[in-house]
């Protein structure tokens, strides 16, 4: 029996060992993977880079190598499929309009741990959807 019942939980995804552990306390609160939805907010490269000049970036190629990426690490794991999704923009906007559009019970995410200047001059992603999110979100420290 879960926690959560049948409840769909967001997590987002950067590739972080931070990331790695929200998603395995996800696992511990679901009934089954299928309700799990990852997303990996990612900003587009500036128009001016050589990538996108000689269009060898694209938001698809972007999407496609995310995508791989996260579907390795699965099965480097050993875990189940889990539903993935790169959207491009504001992470802390991008994650609360995800959950919301997905009806989310509960968002899992990870918090760096940045303090002082760092803080303040890159932000808390986590500190951001905890403000906008309309569900409850699990915080989990960086130790």
């Given amino acids: 029996m879960s926690l959560l019942g049948g409840k769909i939980v967001v997590v987002p995804w ?3 060992d931070m990331s790695k552990s ?3 306390a996800a696992l511990k609160l679901v009934e089954t993977p299928d ?3 990852v997303i990996h907010v990612s900003h587009l490269p500036s128009a001016m880079e050589p990538g996108v000049v000689w269009q060898t970036v694209t938001k698809e190629s972007i999407s496609s190598h995310s ?3 996260f579907e390795k690490y699965l099965k480097s794991e050993e875990l189940p499929d889990i539903s993935f999704t790169t959207i491009f923009g504001d992470p802390g906007s ?3 309009e995800f959950a919301d559009e997905a009806n989310a019970e ?3 995410i990870s918090s760096h741990g940045r303090t002082g200047l760092k803080r303040m001059f890159i932000g ?3 500190e951001r959807v905890v403000r906008m999110a309309h569900c409850n979100v699990l ?3 960086h130790h």
């Fill in 14 to 16: 950067d590739f972080s």
């Fill in 22 to 24: 929200a998603l395995a």
């Fill in 35 to 37: 309700l799990i939805r």
């Fill in 67 to 69: 995508q791989k990426s």
């Fill in 94 to 96: 991008t994650i609360a």
């Fill in 106 to 108: 509960l968002i899992v």
């Fill in 124 to 126: 808390s992603v986590a």
């Fill in 139 to 141: 915080v989990l420290k």
